[in-house]
């Protein structure tokens, strides 16, 4: 888990007009990691990733995968990496069954039978064109496409977007069978469906206007951080009172509700043993996490960004 | 250097892969103009002066070019097939490949057997008639490389333009760009050729074609291998349908305006051939005639 398959250094992208998409993103994930990708609408998740494929031209910066610019390297490399885009569509005259058949060809790793099993999980007719079926069917068709062509990288766009929770369900059962299949597979995917990115991701990362807001492993990001209630005796808050690691903060007359990054254990010990203060802890879910973070001011991100526990292992 | 006998096993099998998707998705218009012209050529023998072989090519180039170089752009695929394993750069190739080689087959081999004036010699082996008697072949002889050229450099523009396009308008409207620049270019290219020489004689056009064609095409490719993959927007909606349907009509009338002018001036040729002919004769006749009235008692 130490070597990363996929790196990102300083990458930007803007589009015309002046509109800065990616703006100085590092990103680095560790083999075999099933990494998360969550931000806003216009974060540049999207555009990240399509860096990375090698679809659009950085215009700063290097975005690696498998140790070179995709676009550039050998078909041996490209073959180990696939892709599902958002806004993706499909040759709409072909049959998933000639799809099939094609892919078995390009990818010399092809799984048929993992194929056959991933449509009959599905429940998929492969014998019409796919400009007949329906949206989710067409995803869930790009979706077996990438898992069974069996790759060392799997890079999906928001693969459940559009699904029906059975669906979602299916699609992340299939995730998990491809990760269990004992080789060392290593996932980027980008999603705003915070309980599917608990339940496979094991590293997160927050976007935020095209940058890097936080990343890690899971574990660490959510047991880094606590909601920490202060209620004091007075009728307000004392001017001038911060808690230790404070990022967020939020007060209603005597009471000061913060989200504080935890880089001491006593860090809120201490807060406790003050005996006019009454102070209550609580952890956070992803999704408090994420909504805490993106309603944060972003001119003081740095502080994030240089905390111990950001940082791969 | 690089030979398909070269690749590894599993190259191959993907090439051929590819040259196969490529083959299925236009093999029936493929197999449409493969009938069209061999029924035209060798049977029928309509297709009788180069001419004919341009209008051909340039409608094939109309039809076909356009649609399978842009293929990504009007089906909204382009990611998807940007991300595949083979590459751009297979893509453009193998597009590029199938599209230049049925043009150059059915233009070559048209000009070569209209030169040689096969399909009539073939023909008078099993019956003698009007339609079977052979045609002298039609001069300037540098007509039958044009009728390979001009396709082909129509075809280069034509495939470049659609397979760099930016929107599916552009690819509707692909053959029209490359049709004016090999139209400007011929043309200035005959004009130079008979201020120096007081008539075309055509090498320098033909050389001029064949350099433009393949530079063309090789700076397709590198801007290709460059290019950003259009993001999304699904295959073409009933606004594009329509562009690519009243561009494919024009094309089509320019088509049958090509015709026009191709077959005006073929009559006007073969009545000044004909022409000629009785002239010859008549100074024949004239010649065979002068020594008896020199005979004057």
Same mark, same amino acid.
């Given at each position: ?8 250094i ?5 589009f ?7 703006? /100085? ?13 969550? /931000?806003?609408?216009?974060? /540049? #998740? ?9 679809l ?14 995709? #676009? ?7 073959q ?23 892919f ?26 796919l400009g ?19 790759p ?9 977007a ?19 299949? /004992? ?7 980008s ?11 094991d ?17 660490a990001?959510?047991?880094?951080m606590?909601r920490v ?10 001017s ?50 994420f ?17 111990p ?5 | ?50 001419g ?13 070019t ?19 394993p083979?590459g ?112 075309p004689?055509?090498?320098m ?65 073969? *009545? ?16 065979? *005639? ?5 005979v004057?008692?």
């Amino acid at each position: 888990m130490n070597d990363a398959v996929i790196e990102a250094i300083d990458l930007s992208k803007t589009f015309r007009p002046a509109v800065v998409a990616v703006n /100085g993103l590092d990103l680095r994930v560790p083999r075999g990691a099933v990494y998360g990708l969550i /931000g806003r609408n216009g974060a /540049g #998740k999207s555009t990240t990733l399509r860096l990375l494929m090698g679809l659009l031209r950085p215009d700063r910066g290097t975005a690696h995968v498998l140790g070179s610019d995709i #676009k550039d390297a050998p078909r041996e490399t490209r073959q180990r990496v696939t892709y599902v885009s958002q806004e993706q569509q499909l040759p709409w005259r072909m049959t998933a069954d000639e799809l099939m058949a094609y892919f078995s060809q390009l990818y010399d790793q092809w799984d048929t039978a993992f194929a056959t099993d991933l449509v009959r999980r599905f429940d998929l007719d492969t014998t019409r064109p796919l400009g007949t079926l329906s949206g989710g069917d067409q995803r869930r068709v790009a979706v077996i496409l990438a898992l069974a062509a069996r790759p060392d990288v799997v890079i999906l766009d928001e693969p459940a977007a559009g699904l029906d929770p059975v669906s979602r369900r299916q699609l992340i059962e299939a995730m998990i069978d491809f990760l269990g299949d /004992g080789g060392e597979r290593t996932v980027l995917f980008s999603t705003h469906i915070l309980a599917d990115l608990e339940r496979v991701a094991d590293h997160i990362g927050f976007m935020d206007r095209g940058r890097m807001m936080l990343s890690g492993p899971l574990d660490a990001l959510q047991g880094g951080m606590r909601r920490v209630q202060v209620i004091f005796s007075g009728d307000r808050v004392p001017s001038g009172f911060e808690i230790p690691g404070e990022l967020r903060r939020r007060t209603d007359g005597p009471v000061l509700t913060a989200i504080v990054r935890l880089t001491d254990p006593d860090q809120v010990n201490r807060l406790q043993a003050i005996e006019e203060l009454r102070v209550t802890e609580h952890s956070l879910g992803l999704e408090d996490l994420f909504i805490e973070l993106m309603e944060r001011d972003p001119h003081s991100m740095g502080d994030l960004q240089s905390s111990p526990w950001w940082q791969h292992a | 250097m690089t030979t398909f006998s070269t690749l590894t096993d599993a190259d191959r099998r993907v090439w051929t892969a590819l040259a196969l998707r490529q083959w299925v998705a236009f093999g029936s218009l493929h197999i449409g103009f493969l009938v069209a012209w061999l029924v035209a050529l060798w049977v029928l023998q309509l297709v009788a002066h180069p001419g004919w072989l341009i209008a051909f090519g340039l409608l094939y180039t109309v039809l076909v070019t356009p649609g399978m170089a842009g293929a990504d752009i009007m089906d909204g695929t382009e990611e998807f097939s940007f991300a595949l394993p083979p590459g751009r750069r297979a893509i453009f190739l193998t597009r590029m490949g199938i599209g230049l080689a049925f043009l150059l087959l059915t233009t070559g081999l048209g000009s070569l057997a209209m030169a040689f004036d096969v399909p009539q010699a073939l023909w008078s082996l099993v019956a003698t008639s009007g339609i079977t008697e052979p045609n002298r072949p039609v001069t300037p002889s540098f007509l039958y490389a044009l009728a390979v050229l001009v396709p082909a450099a129509a075809f280069a523009g034509t495939f470049v333009v659609a397979s760099l396009a930016g929107t599916r308008t552009i690819v509707g409207v692909s053959w029209g760009i490359a049709f004016v620049a090999v139209g400007i270019g011929v043309f200035a290219s005959l004009q130079v050729e008979s201020l120096i020489w007081d008539k075309p004689i055509g090498w320098m056009t033909c050389v001029m074609l064949l350099l433009g064609s393949v530079l063309t095409l090789l700076a397709g490719f590198l801007a290709y291998d460059q290019k950003e993959a259009l993001i999304g927007g699904g295959r073409a909606g009933a606004r594009s349908g329509t562009i690519a349907v009243v561009a494919i009509a024009i094309g089509i009338t320019v088509f049958a305006l090509a015709m026009f002018v191709v077959s005006v001036s073929y009559q006007s040729m073969t *009545v000044r051939e004909v022409r000629d002919q009785s002239m010859t004769v008549r100074e024949v006749d004239a010649l065979r *005639v002068t020594p008896l009235e020199t005979v004057d008692p």
